[in-house]
């Protein structure tokens, strides 16, 4: 089994940044795929970026491209968004996501992922 918890969500000001972490416990080296997906109000849920664990490929989303960066540190089984020039449009819940399987269906849709964290919120004011 795995849980996972993100932090580091809060308040900023359009332009600015935040870095989200989401820690991995439990059966840890159980995990080969791992993304960040939000969900707005009203809105439905969207794949943010993700990454091979394996492989550190990385995928992101046009919304968030040149903006966000992914990263992992394999020593604290800990999973980063880095995300700069926030806009008003990045307001929304982020949570982070895992799965056993490093090859398997599309990295932005929810179904290809067993595992979820709780959410951190995430508002970005103009």
């Known amino acids: 089994q795995v849980q996972l918890v993100e932090s580091g969500g809060g308040s900023v000001q359009a332009g600015g940044s935040l870095r989200l972490s989401c820690a991995v416990f439990?059966?840890?080296?159980?995990?080969?795929?791992m993304g960040w997906f939000r969900q707005a109000p009203g809105k439905g849920h969207e794949g943010v970026a993700a990454?091979?664990?394996?492989?550190?490929?990385?995928q992101y989303a046009d919304s968030v491209k040149g903006r966000f960066t992914i990263s992992q540190d394999n020593a604290k089984n800990t999973l980063y968004l880095q995300m700069n020039s926030l806009k008003p449009e990045d307001s929304a819940m982020y949570y982070c996501?895992?799965?056993?399987?490093?090859?398997?269906?599309?990295?932005?849709?929810?179904?290809?992922?067993?595992?979820w964290g709780q959410g951190t919120q995430v508002t970005v004011s103009s």
């Open positions: 439990g059966n840890t080296f159980s995990v080969a795929y």
């Open positions: 990454m091979n664990l394996g492989s550190d490929s990385t």
């Open positions: 996501a895992a799965d056993y399987r490093p090859y398997a269906g599309l990295w932005s849709s929810g179904a290809r992922y067993n595992y």
